[in-house]
């Protein structure tokens, strides 16, 4: 059986960690290698899709085929993706930090003699997928992402409802064998009235098995 073709959809794709910036020389990311986000976009082309790619820090090549704006913070990321609006589809696979500094210093924090500890302020960042599900050019399907350590079903339900999202794909994380930093997965999608396991397989499979879901739909 050929993959469900995708031929003219626009699809916007969010993909790897952000960076927040401490100084000029620290900050916060995560481990988010940006792998499913760089294979949902690559299998995406393949099915003739438009494909446009906001990568997070990331030393992924650019699917061929694929139009990509490489982004730091959780903020660029957020103007990225606000800017491509009008899509077909959003698919959110990026890990998107929740926190970022209140003040980014200009000069590398020193350390002062005496100086025990050091209290960071940090302060929300905006949710790009729950704000892109809320737009008035809200895309058809707009497909989100949780990684969880526990409660996987239950939180990631919450997210799909909270943000209004159309699917939600769910994936275990601190688990050895699974989740970031790793080749094969597995991902529990959920959306209402709908539930579906796909994987354990490689990320590039489940690219191809979620694309699936977006193709029927
Ligand atoms: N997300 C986003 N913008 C943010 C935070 C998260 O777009 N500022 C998106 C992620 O790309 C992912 C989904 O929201 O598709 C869920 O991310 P996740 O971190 O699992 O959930 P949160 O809503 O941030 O909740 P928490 O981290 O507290 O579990
Ligand atoms: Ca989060």
Redesign the pocket.
């Known amino acids: 059986m050929s993959a469900a073709s995708l031929s003219g959809r626009r699809i916007l794709v969010?993909a790897g960690p952000?960076y927040e910036d401490i100084d000029p020389v620290r900050f916060l990311g995560n481990r988010s290698s940006g792998k499913m986000g760089f294979a949902i976009a690559a299998a995406a082309a393949r099915r003739g899709a438009q494909v446009l790619l906001v990568a997070g820090p990331v030393s992924l090549p650019t699917p061929e085929g694929v139009e990509r704006i490489d982004v730091r913070s959780?903020a660029e990321?957020?103007r990225a993706?606000m800017d491509a609006l009008p899509v077909d589809v959003y698919?959110?696979?990026?890990?998107?930090?929740?926190f970022t500094p209140a003040q980014v210093v200009g000069d590398k924090i020193k350390k002062r003699p005496g100086e025990e500890g050091l209290v960071l302020e940090l302060v929300?960042?905006?949710?790009?997928?729950?704000?892109?599900a809320s737009h008035a050019r809200r895309p058809s399907l707009v497909?989100?992402?949780?990684?969880?350590t526990s409660h996987v079903e239950e939180?990631?339900r919450g997210?799909l409802e909270?943000?209004k999202?159309d699917l939600?794909?769910?994936n275990r994380v601190g688990v050895p064998g699974s989740g970031f930093e790793c080749d094969d997965n597995t991902l529990l999608v959920y959306g209402a009235g709908f539930e579906q396991v796909l994987g354990p397989a490689s990320k590039a499979e489940l690219a191809d098995a979620l694309l699936d879901l977006v193709a029927a739909r």
């Open positions: 969010s952000t959780a990321m957020h993706v698919i959110g696979a990026a890990a998107v930090a929740d929300r960042t905006r949710d790009i997928l729950a704000e892109v497909i989100g992402f949780a990684a969880e939180y990631a997210k909270r943000k999202l939600i794909c769910a």
